[in-house]
Every structure is written in C-alpha cells, then in structure tokens.
C-alpha cells in the first residue's frame, strides 16, 4: 500500500512565478491537506480538501489555492511567489482521526 | 486560539537513556494528540495518536500519555538509540471533529550519542 506521495521533491523558482505540487493520498482516504514548513518551525496549516471543497483554510492570502480531483489527489498552487514562500510544503491524508504525512516538497524561491 | 509548545526545543542524551519529550496545549477542548517524527528535510512519520478519551498510547520502546484537563502530554522513549535521533513533533486535533486541522509545536530535536 503506498503511502502519501508528493511530487517534485524540490524545486527553485524565480520570485513572481507560479508554482503547482501534487500530492496523491494513502488509498482510501478522502480528506487531503496542507501544510506549510518554514525552516526550524512546525507545520502551519494552509487548507484541507474533502468531496473536491475546500472545506477548512488557514491563515494563508489568496495566493494560494488549492484543488481536489475525484480520485482525491490534490494540488497545491501558488502564484506571485515571494521569497518568504520558501519552505518545505507538506501533503497529509486522512480517512478518520489519523493523519499520514507525504515527504514534502522542498520550495526554494530566488 | 489553540497554542502548542514543546520544552525542551534541543536535548542531547547518551544512548541508552530513557527520555521524556514534553507538550503542552492551551485549550482542552482537543479531538485527539498524534505525535509525530521527522528527520532532516524530510516528511512526517506519525510515531502515536491518542484520543481525547484515552490516557495513553505505547508502541514498542515509545509511550505516550495524555492528561486533557492539564494541557500536557509526554513522549517517553525507553533505552534511547542513535537511530531515535531526530526532530519530534507534537500535534493536537480541536475543532472539525475528526478531520479537523492539525496544530503544532516547533518540536523538540533529539540526538541520542553512541
């Protein structure tokens, strides 16, 4: 059964840039969210999809949006990039009470 | 507005060691805690969840317990190893049932030496 997996692993963009990260969850689960990671801090909540809504969002501006397609993979964008974006941008699947983790996705913005 | 913090941020223990990693939380009113680990630049491992209704949880040398109406929980590690070395992460569950948002601590980076 394969977990959480998120795709790229890393990637550089240029500050004002647009960014997209996938992320597709451990089978069976139906609620996906996201997580922001800034170096030497916890995870920080950016939203939660569930039935492809966005049912849940955290402190984040609009820059940052989201989609959830019917086999429930999910998508994380990002437009007009700063250099404060930079971060490790974790992906979590959940069913019931239990969230998994993917290995994140390392943003770098130049 | 629900507040995690871990104490200590660093520890350094000799392998060997028993070891108990802190977590405390502003706000009782919690679904559920689920600790976690991490190693560098990596994703999140979940290590233990707990629910609101119970006191504790132990998978082999880890146990974690939880106390609601105090806002803590603790980690315990038993006979450390370099291999538990890395960044500990403790979450709590409150509003949206159970698939509510995860709210966490800075975390607490353990390096166990040989």
């Known amino acids: ?110 | 507005k629900q507040e995690v913090t871990q104490i200590p941020a660093a520890l350094s223990v000799p392998e060997g060691e028993n070891l108990v990693l802190n977590c405390s939380f502003t706000d009782s009113a919690i679904y559920n805690l689920q600790w976690f680990r991490q190693d560098p630049g990596k994703g999140l491992t979940s290590l233990l969840l707990i629910q609101s209704s119970q006191r504790e949880q132990t998978s082999g040398r880890l146990n974690a317990s939880l106390d609601k109406s105090s806002g803590r929980s603790t980690l315990y590690i038993a006979a450390s190893q370099p291999g538990d070395s890395a960044t500990y992460l403790c979450a709590v569950r409150s509003d949206g049932g159970s698939q509510g948002n995860l709210i966490f601590g800075k975390g607490t980076k353990l390096s166990v030496k040989p």
């Open chain 1, 1 to 110: 059964d394969a977990g959480v997996t998120q795709s790229p692993t890393h990637l550089i963009k240029t500050r004002g840039q647009q960014v997209t990260l996938r992320c597709s969850p451990k089978s069976g689960h139906d609620t996906v969210s996201w997580y922001q990671q800034a170096l030497g801090q916890g995870p920080q909540f950016i939203f939660q999809y569930y039935e492809e809504e966005e049912r849940q969002r955290g402190n984040f501006p609009d820059r940052f949006s989201g989609h959830q397609f019917p086999n429930y993979s999910s998508e994380l964008n990002v437009n007009a990039l700063l250099l404060g974006d930079s971060a490790l941008y974790l992906c979590a699947s959940s069913r019931d009470w239990e969230a998994f983790f993917g290995q994140g996705t390392r943003l770098t913005v130049v």
